[in-house]
């Protein structure tokens, strides 16, 4: 059974910073790609950012801005968030997909966390 356990949100001042962990167990994720999306109220559930063996991707509204990276023992995924907008304020979901081919839409990722609240303040 794959659990995705999300961490790290909360509120924060434009401009400011946080960091997201998903925590990930029931398999070997190594050969997985990793993502985290987003859904902010009355909006469809839109990529972020994900990363595989090989790198990463980034939505163009994050990029620069946004860092994604998982630690060598391929369990737990970040969300390195700064320079934070009002417009980031949204549910963050971090997400799973069984293949090393990166794909940044949602319906392409089999297992999901339960979200972590982000909300920025102007």
């Known amino acids: 059974q794959v659990q995705l356990v999300e961490s790290g949100g909360g509120l924060v001042q434009a401009g400011g910073s946080l960091r997201l962990s998903c925590a990930a167990s029931g398999r070997t994720f190594s050969s997985y790609t990793m993502g985290w999306f987003r859904q902010a109220p009355g909006k469809e559930r839109e990529f972020v950012a994900a990363i595989n063996w090989s790198g990463t991707d980034y939505a163009e509204s994050v990029k620069g801005r946004f860092t994604i990276s998982r630690d060598n023992a391929q369990i737990t995924v970040y969300l390195q968030m700064n320079s934070l907008k009002p417009e980031d304020t949204a549910v963050y979901y971090c997400?799973?997909?069984?293949?090393?081919?990166?794909?940044?839409?949602?319906?392409?990722?089999?297992?999901w966390g339960q979200g972590t609240q982000v909300t920025v303040s102007s």
């Open positions: 997400a799973a997909r069984p293949s090393l081919v990166l794909r940044t839409s949602s319906k392409d990722y089999n297992y």
